[in-house]
């Protein structure tokens, strides 16, 4: 089983900068591709970002590209989230999801087999 745990999340004001931070309880997401969704106060969860641990392709949400980058860190065996050039609309509980979607699922929640606790982000205006 690979459960992940998410870190990172906290208060930041527009235009700043957080990263959160995916971590498993296995070595490594060998295997896997890790996916990171939100879920913002009365909306549905959404896809964000995915990237698989094998590869270098990485998947964004329209609302995020250009703003939010997914990296593989090989050293802590983390795949991270950067968010730069956050807005209040960014405001959400973040979650990893771990998983093994094809490319036209990638974005799919049901794709996702293994999902962390979230972690909040708040933007304020």
């Known amino acids: 089983q690979v459960q992940p745990v998410e870190s990172g999340g906290g208060w930041v004001q527009a235009g700043g900068s957080l990263r959160l931070s995916c971590a498993t309880s296995?070595?490594?997401?060998?295997?896997?591709?890790v996916g990171w969704f939100r879920q913002a106060p009365g909306k549905d969860r959404e896809f964000v970002a995915a990237?698989?641990?094998?590869?270098?392709?990485?998947y964004y949400a329209d609302s995020v590209k250009g703003r939010f980058s997914i990296i593989k860190d090989t050293v802590s065996n983390t795949m991270n989230l950067q968010m730069n050039m956050l807005n209040p609309e960014d405001t959400a509980v973040y979650y990893c999801?771990?998983?093994?979607?094809?490319?036209?699922?990638?974005?799919?929640?049901?794709?996702?087999?293994?999902w962390g606790q979230g972690t909040q982000v708040t933007v304020a205006s």
């Open positions: 999801a771990v998983g093994r979607p094809i490319q036209s699922t990638i974005a799919t929640e049901t794709a996702y087999y293994y």
């Open positions: 296995r070595d490594t997401f060998s295997g896997y591709a």
């Open positions: 990237r698989r641990w094998s590869g270098g392709s990485t």
